[in-house]
Antibody, heavy 123, light 108 residues
Framework: QVQLQESGPGLVKPSQTLSLTCTVS??????????WSWVRQHPEKGLEWIGH???????YYNPSLKSRITISVDTSKNQFSLKLSSVTAADTAVYYC???????????????WGQGTLVTVSS | ENVLTQSPGTLSLSPGERATLSCRAS???????LAWYQQKPGQAPRLLIY???SRATGIPDRFSGSGSGTDFTLTISRLEPEDFAVYYC?????????FGQGAKVEIK
């Protein structure tokens, strides 16, 4: 069974860059057939899709965050990563890494989630 | 973006009762690309339904999804104690993918 695990600092200062890594086990990112995604959840609020990457490196980002996001993949380590620049308190959230099945050229729902990691933006 | 509005915000029911949750989109959802998730406190969401009506692997048949266009419904036929949670709908027919604000099913 596929498992995803987020890692990275739980506290980031305003204006700095948030960096998280997701390690995938129980399956290979390189096998294809899935997009690898980031979703966040603000405290006591709903969910926001951040963006995703294919093993080839092809990415798609939420337009509302596009100017600040970079998602990358390291197939040799079976990991993918998120960088969010110029963070503010509004970026405080639980960040989830996730897997989106790709079927008939369509993706978009998440079938596996990491446990989530809380990132607080504060000085 | 396609804004999803869930109703009611909170549903108070007893075990064994039927739960009906609504998700209304501001624009038609292409090809019924709509999913439902369940989230319990301190946990990640869990996929229940995709493609508006297809149950995910391992999901009990008391969960069912229906709808098309702008109106979708998640029905839990008979609530079990473990079903009391927050439910989210999500559309993936247009970019960006968007989620509803969530609906809580609580024990009456």
């Amino acid at each position: 069974q596929v498992q995803l695990q987020e890692s990275g600092p739980g506290l980031v200062k305003p204006s700095q860059t948030l960096s998280l890594t997701c390690t995938v086990s129980g399956g290979s990112i390189s096998s294809g057939g899935y997009y690898w995604s980031w979703v966040r959840q603000h405290p006591e609020k709903g969910l926001e899709w951040i963006g995703h990457i294919y093993y080839s490196g092809s990415t798609y980002y939420n337009p509302s965050l596009k100017s600040r996001i970079t998602i990358s993949v390291d197939t040799s380590k079976n990991q993918f990563s998120l960088k969010l620049s110029s963070v503010t308190a509004a970026d405080t959230a639980v960040y989830y890494c996730a897997r989106e099945p790709l079927k008939f050229g369509i993706s978009g729902y998440v079938d596996y989630w990491g446990q989530g990691t809380l990132v607080t933006v504060s000085s | 973006e396609n804004v999803l509005t869930q109703s009611p915000g909170t549903l108070s029911l007893s075990p064994g009762e039927r739960a009906t949750l609504s998700c209304r989109a501001s624009q038609s959802v292409s090809s019924s690309y709509l999913a439902w998730y369940q989230q319990k406190p301190g946990q990640a969401p869990r996929l229940l339904i995709y493609g508006a009506s297809s149950r995910a692997t391992g999901i009990p048949d008391r969960f069912s999804g229906s709808g098309s266009g702008t109106d979708f419904t998640l029905t839990i036929s008979r609530l079990e104690p473990e079903d009391f949670a927050v439910y989210y709908c999500q559309q993936y027919g247009s970019s960006p993918r968007t989620f509803g604000q969530g609906a809580k099913v609580e024990i009456k």
